[in-house]
T-cell receptor, first 112, second 109 residues
C-alpha cells in the first residue's frame, strides 16, 4: 500500500539559507500535518492542512511557511535557517473519518 | 491549551509486563493515540481510544478514562525489540494532534 512520501530524506544547509521539504500524503487522505522533532525530543506540531486549507497552527516560527497544493502534496518552506532548526521533520496524513495519522519517514535537516 | 504528561524513562525486564501512563488536560478531546517510535524512525501507530475502556491488540492494550484525563499502554511479554519511545497523543480538535513528551522504555535481559 502507498505510504506518505517525504523528500528529500536528508538535507544539509548553511545558516541563513533556505530549505524546502516536500510531502506526498497517502491517496484520498484529506489532512496533512507537519511535525518537527529535535534530538531526544517529542514531535512538535507545526501546522496542518485540511482539504488544501490551513486548519491549525502550532509552534511554527514566522520564518517558516507551508502550503498544500491542488494535488494534495504539501511543502514546508524554511528561510533564514538557524542552527536550532536542525531536526527531523515529519509529515503525516490522515483521513478525517478515522483519525489515525500515518507518518512519512521524515526529512533530516542539518544546518551548519 | 494542551498539556500531556508521561514518565520520561522506564526500564523493564524481558518477558515482564509494563504499564506506561499518560495524563492529559486539553481544550478539546476527540480521541487518544499511542505511537511507538524507534530512534531516528517515524512513529508507528499502536492504538486509538475514543471511548472509555480497554482496547486489546495482541501483546499491547490501551486504556482510556475520559473523566480522569488518563490513559495507559500495557505491554505484555516484553521483547528486546520493544525498547523504544512510546508517545501518547491527543486529538483535541480539528486537524490537530498533540504529542506528549514520550516515554523511553528500555527492556533488559
Amino acid at each position: 500500500a502507498a505510504g506518505v512520501i517525504q523528500s528529500p530524506r536528508h538535507l544539509i544547509k548553511e545558516k541563513r539559507e533556505t530549505a524546502t521539504l516536500k510531502c506526498y500524503p497517502i491517496p484520498r487522505h484529506d489532512t496533512v500535518y507537519w511535525y518537527q522533532q529535535g534530538p531526544g525530543q517529542d514531535p512538535q506540531f507545526l501546522i496542518s492542512f485540511y482539504e488544501k486549507m490551513q486548519s491549525d497552527k502550532g509552534s511554527i516560527p514566522d520564518r517558516f511557511s507551508a502550503q498544500q497544493f491542488s494535488d494534495y502534496h504539501s511543502e514546508l518552506n524554511m528561510s533564514s535557517l538557524e542552527l536550532g532548526d536542525s531536526a527531523l521533520y515529519f509529515c503525516a496524513s490522515s483521513w478525517l473519518g478515522t483519525g489515525e495519522l500515518f507518518f512519512g519517514e521524515g526529512s533530516r535537516l542539518t544546518v551548519l | 491549551g494542551q498539556n500531556i504528561d508521561q514518565p520520561t524513562e522506564m526500564t523493564a525486564t524481558e518477558g515482564a509486563i509494563v504499564q506506561i501512563n499518560c495524563t492529559y488536560q486539553t481544550s478539546g478531546f476527540n480521541g487518544l493515540f499511542w505511537y511507538q517510535q524507534h530512534a531516528g524512525e517515524a512513529p508507528t501507530f499502536l492504538s486509538y481510544n475514543v471511548l472509555d475502556g480497554l482496547e486489546e491488540k495482541g501483546r499491547f492494550s490501551s486504556f482510556l478514562s475520559r473523566s480522569k484525563g488518563y490513559s495507559y499502554l500495557l505491554l505484555k511479554e516484553l521483547q528486546m525489540k520493544d525498547s523504544a519511545s512510546y508517545l501518547c497523543a491527543v486529538s483535541g480538535g480539528y486537524q490537530k494532534v498533540t504529542f506528549g513528551t514520550g516515554t523511553k522504555l528500555q527492556v533488559i535481559p
